[in-house]
């Protein structure tokens, strides 16, 4: 039987690569999005075109209801899940934390992890043995800026990725007897959209002499560590994390 998977944010960068892999690899396809109808349209058509099963949800992880109206949408077309990748993130300006004001830093808490742990919680509550589930797997793709802590750009959002790994470490531990593994994917500088949000969009190039690898990370390179995370090869992988980061 094939495989059910959501990817949220799964319209542009690191998600999208990670649901054409996920496709590859004979998953159906469930990616979630806030605002870029093209961009996800864009995906599922990339999928389809090539024989795989996708289809896009818009919905705010931020908003709770929204949360679980996506996880209903998944139920009803497949009536099971496998797999959730936690991708959906946003960061915001690149300023010190004396210029942030509670908005800014609330906004990014509500997506990166509250966000997350809503999608977990409906995640567990459909493929927890405890639940009436068949198990599956969870990532969290967070980020190396939690541990190097990102000052003087986003330490806002750097601290909600530090707590999504707390969030890896005490959920893996909590359904590890209930079938599901729980890892996180820290990735480095990766080329994507994303940066352009704060601000810099060459940030990738500014920084990537700082890489031991010299250069900035592919989405795609990413989407192997998830795909494998979420595989039959980490059978005995729960709470864990890989860098994808070129070393940094
Ligand atoms: N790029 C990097 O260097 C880097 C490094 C470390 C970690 N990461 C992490 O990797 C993940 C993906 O980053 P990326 O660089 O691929 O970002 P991106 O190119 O900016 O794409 C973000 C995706 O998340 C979606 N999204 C944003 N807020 C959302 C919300 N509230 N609800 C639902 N979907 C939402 C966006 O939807 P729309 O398309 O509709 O806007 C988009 O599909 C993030 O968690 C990020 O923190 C990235």
């Not at 039959?232 to 980061?245: C, H, K, L």
Request: charged share 20%.
């Amino acid at each position: 039987m094939e495989k059910i998977i959501l990817i949220t944010g799964g319209g542009r960068g690191i998600g999208a690569a990670c649901a054409i892999e996920a496709a590859q690899r004979r998953y159906r396809v469930c990616i979630s999005y806030r605002s870029d109808d093209a961009a996800a349209a864009g995906v599922v058509d990339a999928i389809t075109t090539g024989g795989g099963a996708a289809f896009a949800i818009k919905a705010d992880v931020a908003d709770e209801a929204q949360v679980e109206a996506m996880f209903r949408a998944i139920d009803g077309r497949y009536g099971r899940l496998d797999a959730l990748v936690n991708n959906a993130g946003v960061l915001s300006q690149q300023m010190r934390v004396d210029q942030m004001d509670a908005a800014r830093i609330q906004r990014i808490m509500a997506t990166n992890i509250v966000g997350s742990m809503l999608c977990a919680r409906e995640a567990v509550r459909r493929m927890s043995t405890r639940h009436g589930g068949a198990g599956g797997g969870i990532v969290n793709v967070s980020s190396r800026a939690g541990v190097l802590g990102a000052a003087g750009e986003y330490v806002d959002y750097a601290a909600s990725k530090a707590a999504m790994d707390a969030l890896t470490i005490g959920l893996s531990k909590e359904v590890a007897l209930e079938g599901i593994r729980v890892n996180g994917v820290r990735p480095g500088l990766i080329h994507t959209d994303m940066h352009a949000s704060g601000g810099e969009p060459g940030r990738v190039a500014r920084l990537a002499a700082s890489v031991p690898m010299g250069r900035g990370g592919q989405p795609a390179e990413v989407a192997q560590a998830v795909l494998w995370l979420l595989s039959e090869a980490a059978s005995y992988t729960t709470g864990s994390f890989i860098d994808v980061s070129g070393g940094r």
